[in-house]
């Protein structure tokens, strides 16, 4: 398989008794993204620097574009990898202006890369004289000035605010794109995630817990740990007897696909519920607690009468603010997942 770029097999890494990273199998395509995106903790740093060197694995084999950088008895030096690193601060040299810090290792193609990362006309600022944006290009181009195969970028954007943060993504991902670069790019942010990468894996205690393109984790996820983290799904209680699914929310008659019975925690995005306020509080089965506002939306936060949080999305000409009593309902949609004693369920509903 030539367009193959990077293969981890069965990778590990202990420090002490942490499993930083457990038994991780990964291929990526020639040319495309991976966002890896977990909590804190969950080992996705430790990864990228498997990958670049600064750390040798327990175990495993890594190979890129088909050669092997790391097994049992080989570890490509760190310099010979030709794999690029961005880090959250840039690390730019501060002693340096940007033309001389593009050009550092790599003095050709210095204007064509001040272009692309739109910072004509900044040669000659310093480092501390550039917003947190432009010093993240900066480091970029370096990078890209080293005609890496691969680059790994490391929560680049997380000192950036999050208006700077939308834009500098957006333009990010055209420009590897247009380098043809293969790149892991790392965030505990499922939204910059799903922005930036082809394919998205979700990590969890040092091991991937699903692996697909945004849309296929956002709506099939396949444990309740990527329903919740990934989707911002809600996870609610629910009941399917003799083809009546009863949630504290609502209970509906439904015609499924299955011969499906019992409990269950189903999936439900925040935007598959519907809330209105009501005077009449025996109409309520349910306070909001919270609002946010997300452009073109409100993100509440409802505190259900059986005390459950669930999170809804939709949009409002002015917010219903907080301790206001609503209505909340729920309209299952052609496919439902959930998860019974753990394990991932669908059913079909016919409409
Ligand atoms: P964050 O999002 O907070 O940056 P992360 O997902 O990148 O976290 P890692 O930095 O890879 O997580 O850390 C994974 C685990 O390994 C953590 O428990 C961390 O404390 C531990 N760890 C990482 N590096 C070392 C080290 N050099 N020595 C000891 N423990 C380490």
């Given at each position: 398989?030539?367009?193959l770029?990077?293969?981890l097999?069965?990778?590990s890494k202990?420090?002490?008794?942490?499993?930083a990273v457990?038994?991780?199998?990964?291929?990526i395509?020639?040319?495309s993204?991976?966002s890896i995106v977990?909590p804190s903790?969950?080992?996705?740093?430790?990864?990228?620097?498997?990958?670049?060197?600064?750390e040798?694995?327990?175990?495993?084999?890594?190979?890129?574009?088909?050669?092997?950088i790391?097994?049992?008895?080989?570890?490509?030096?760190?310099?010979?990898?030709?794999?690029?690193m961005?880090?959250?601060?840039?690390?730019?040299?501060?002693?340096?202006?940007?033309?001389?810090?593009i050009?550092?290792?790599?003095?050709?193609?210095?204007?064509?890369?001040?272009?692309?990362v739109?910072?004509v006309?900044?040669?000659?600022s310093?480092p501390?004289?550039?917003?947190?944006?432009?010093?993240?290009?900066?480091a970029?181009?370096?990078?890209l000035?080293?005609?890496?195969?691969?680059?790994?970028?490391?929560?680049?954007?997380?000192n950036?605010?999050?208006?700077?943060?939308r834009?500098?993504r957006?333009?990010?991902?055209?420009?590897?794109?247009?380098?043809?670069?293969?790149?892991?790019f790392?965030?505990?942010?499922?939204?910059?995630a799903?922005?930036?990468?082809?394919?998205?894996?979700?990590?969890?205690?040092?091991?991937?817990?699903?692996i697909?393109?945004?849309e296929?984790?956002?709506v099939?996820?396949?444990?309740?740990f990527?329903?919740?983290f990934?989707?911002?799904?809600?996870l609610v209680?629910?009941?399917?007897q003799?083809?009546?699914?009863?949630?504290?929310?609502s209970?509906t008659?439904?015609?499924?696909?299955?011969?499906?019975?019992?409990?269950?925690?189903?999936v439900?995005?925040?935007n598959?519920?519907?809330?209105?306020?009501?005077?009449d509080?025996?109409?309520?089965?349910?306070?909001?607690?919270?609002?946010?506002?997300?452009?073109n939306?409100y993100?509440?936060?409802?505190?259900l009468e059986?005390k459950?949080?669930?999170?809804v999305l939709?949009?409002n000409?002015?917010?219903?603010?907080?301790?206001t009593?609503v209505?909340?309902?729920?309209?299952?949609?052609?496919?439902?997942?959930?998860f019974?004693?753990?394990?991932?369920?669908?059913?079909?509903v016919?409409q």
């Amino acid at each position: 398989m030539d367009t193959l770029q990077i293969e981890l097999k069965g990778i590990s890494k202990h420090f002490g008794n942490i499993h930083a990273v457990d038994d991780i199998t990964l291929k990526i395509e020639k040319g495309s993204i991976l966002s890896i995106v977990g909590p804190s903790g969950c080992g996705k740093t430790t990864l990228l620097r498997l990958i670049a060197g600064f750390e040798s694995p327990d175990r495993g084999e890594l190979q890129i574009g088909g050669s092997p950088i790391w097994s049992k008895d080989y570890s490509m030096p760190v310099q010979e990898r030709n794999i690029g690193m961005i880090f959250q601060d840039g690390a730019l040299f501060p002693h340096l202006n940007v033309k001389q810090n593009i050009g550092f290792a790599v003095s050709e193609n210095v204007d064509s890369l001040l272009n692309l990362v739109g910072l004509v006309g900044k040669e000659t600022s310093m480092p501390h004289e550039l917003s947190g944006g432009e010093q993240q290009r900066v480091a970029l181009a370096r990078s890209l000035a080293a005609n890496p195969s691969t680059l790994l970028l490391d929560e680049p954007f997380s000192n950036l605010d999050i208006q700077i943060r939308r834009e500098i993504r957006t333009e990010v991902r055209s420009i590897l794109k247009s380098y043809n670069v293969t790149a892991i790019f790392v965030t505990h942010d499922q939204q910059e995630a799903s922005e930036m990468g082809d394919q998205i894996a979700i990590m969890k205690d040092g091991a991937i817990e699903q692996i697909g393109n945004p849309e296929e984790v956002y709506v099939n996820p396949q444990t309740e740990f990527t329903a919740k983290f990934f989707s911002q799904a809600n996870l609610v209680d629910g009941t399917l007897q003799k083809k009546t699914l009863k949630t504290f929310i609502s209970e509906t008659d439904l015609s499924i696909d299955k011969n499906m019975n019992g409990n269950m925690k189903l999936v439900i995005h925040p935007n598959q519920l519907i809330i209105e306020s009501v005077s009449d509080s025996k109409k309520m089965n349910g306070t909001v607690r919270n609002q946010i506002f997300q452009g073109n939306e409100y993100f509440y936060t409802i505190e259900l009468e059986n005390k459950e949080i669930v999170n809804v999305l939709q949009s409002n000409k002015q917010p219903i603010e907080p301790n206001t009593p609503v209505k909340i309902t729920y309209t299952p949609g052609k496919s439902v997942i959930c998860f019974q004693e753990g394990a991932q369920k669908q059913f079909k509903v016919n409409q």
